[in-house]
């Protein structure tokens, strides 16, 4: 029996996928303190990364598929929870991370195999508060191609996901929940890698190596966020087509970009306190079963004096911009496709003359034969 399972289920864009990628790449670390972050049961996070989350697994558990085909499964959980224990087998501790664990639809009955396996199980949960998460999910979601009936408005914001943590709690009891905010002031050095591994009693040390930042451009330039928006609703099928040229739009080209494009939230100040006010019910509950009543959040809440502009219209030039980039990606392919093609008619070209000639050989040695 392995001594101890810690199961982080994010919640979702709270640097879950960074958190993923920084335990991979610390693997040999990991193992020299008896931890090991199992490859059974990963699969691809998003395409900067390797397989580094635990989705496959999580997919097991889900009793509807999840939009993403490349996290679906045919194995059982079970089957993954068999193939974890044997390549944890000299490991006195596992870890495995996954935010779609953190999801109603989870068949939390099913999870009760793991005490079989595991003598202490420990949920690692990451909370953001409900405006800053709403915030966010408005960026993500503007350009997430396989949820493809949303419509700007819609409740896109995962709010679902501070329920599951009391399903968590009556699988595995509440001593064995770990809440942590996921506010910069209070977590350990200010970084969630640290965090984390306060949370795994792991001291942070020079052999664990760091994460190389990654911008996040839809993030922080609300024109782009807009214009995937925009693409959404009138031009959905450019949709995929245009992240890449959003991208480059944000990278290379700040000649339209201003101070109010950056850094501001989509909701006013009131709306952010309503956020904030309706999920105030689950922040008490939270505090009280898994914090003995310490303040879940502490950083100051929004105030109705604070300066505040809705996001301003994109440009006519920022549109033409941006499809005149999508233009210039769409020519790259094609003649990067016609490239392709005629080296592959040359490769023809060159076979078919060996062949003719091979046959001119055989007609000139049945020749010879008569």
């Known amino acids: 029996m392995i001594e101890h399972l810690y199961i982080h289920i994010g919640m979702s864009k709270t640097a879950t996928t ?80 996954s935010d779609l664990l953190c999801h109603p639809s989870v068949n939390f009955n099913e999870l009760k195999l793991l005490k079989k396996y595991f003598r202490e199980i420990s949920i690692v949960m990451y909370l953001r508060r409900a405006d800053d998460l709403a915030n966010t999910c408005y960026n993500f979601f503007s350009y997430v191609v396989h949820k493809k009936d949303l419509q700007k408005g819609d409740p896109i914001y995962i709010m679902d996901a501070y329920k599951t943590i009391f399903s968590y709690a009556e699988v595995f009891g509440e001593e064995h929940i770990i809440v942590r905010p996921f506010e910069r002031e209070q977590l350990k050095n200010h970084s969630i890698f640290s965090d984390f591994l306060n949370v795994l009693n792991i001291e942070e040390t020079n052999e664990f190596q760091s994460l190389s930042a990654r911008p996040n451009e839809t993030e922080k330039n609300l024109f782009v966020v807009e214009f995937y928006w925009y693409i959404r609703k009138y031009f959905p099928e450019y949709l995929k087509e245009l992240i890449t040229p959003c991208r480059e739009y944000r990278v290379h080209n700040v000649t339209l970009e201003s101070e109010s494009t950056w850094l501001q939230s989509h909701y006013s ?22 914090l003995n009543n310490k303040k879940l959040f502490i950083e100051p ?11 301003p219209d994109i440009p006519i030039e920022v549109i033409i911009q941006m499809f005149g980039i999508l233009h210039l990606q769409n020519v790259k392919e094609k003649n990067k496709l016609t490239s392709k093609l005629g080296t592959q008619q040359i490769q023809i070209n060159e076979q078919k003359k060996v062949i003719d000639g091979l046959i001119l050989r055989v007609q000139q040695l049945e020749d010879t034969l008569q």
């Open 18 to 97: 960074s958190l993923e990628e920084y335990l991979h790449i610390n693997s040999e670390a990991l193992k020299k303190h008896s931890f090991i972050y199992p490859e059974s049961g990963r699969c691809m996070a998003n395409p900067y990364a390797g397989k580094i989350a635990h989705h496959k697994l999580a997919s097991s558990l889900r009793e509807e598929p999840h939009e993403n085909v490349n996290h679906h499964t045919n194995l059982k959980f079970e089957e993954y929870v068999s193939s974890i224990v044997a390549e944890s087998d000299g490991y006195n501790n596992v870890v495995i991370s």
């Open 269 to 290: 100040p009131q709306e952010r306190i309503d956020f904030i006010s309706e999920h105030a019910p689950f922040y008490e509950m939270i505090e009280k079963r898994f």
């Open 301 to 311: 809440t929004p105030s109705l004096s604070e300066k505040w502009h809705p996001t």
